[in-house]
């Protein structure tokens, strides 16, 4: 966090130049969560695929092996973890900028009264 600090008060730096470092450094952290998600949504939709498939598909070897696969995605959905602790999705982003945005009301207020 102090690297943040040191950017914005850097003298030589225009406001636009700090803000898109910022704005990088934000994309960065929250690309995990996006990309996780997005995995997510691919396999919601193999499933899909599978589930159509298993409808018409008039081969019982095929329609077993489509059974299994279906069996594996819901016994083994995907969760992108860190440590075994906690997921990574994109309402773990939208978690941290809640907190940004609070803290930085607070710090605003407390500025604001102890002036």
């Known amino acids: 966090m102090s690297r943040v600090f040191e950017i914005v008060k850097s003298p ?41 498939n298993m409808l018409f598909c008039e081969d019982d070897d095929v329609k077993d092996l489509l059974k299994d696969i279906h069996l594996f995605f819901e016994h083994q959905p995907f969760e992108y973890t860190v440590w075994r602790l906690f997921s990574v999705n994109t309402s773990m982003n939208v978690v941290a900028f809640k907190m940004v945005v609070s803290y930085t009301l607070a710090m605003i207020q407390f500025a604001h009264f102890f002036g």
Do not use: F, H, Q
């Not at 406001?15 to 997510?40: E, F, H, Q, W």
């Open 12 to 52: 030589d730096r225009s406001a636009l130049v700090n803000i898109l470092l910022i704005g990088k450094g934000v994309v960065l952290r929250s690309m995990p969560g996006i990309l996780a998600d997005m995995t997510s949504r691919e396999i919601d939709k193999m499933k899909d695929i599978i589930g159509k």
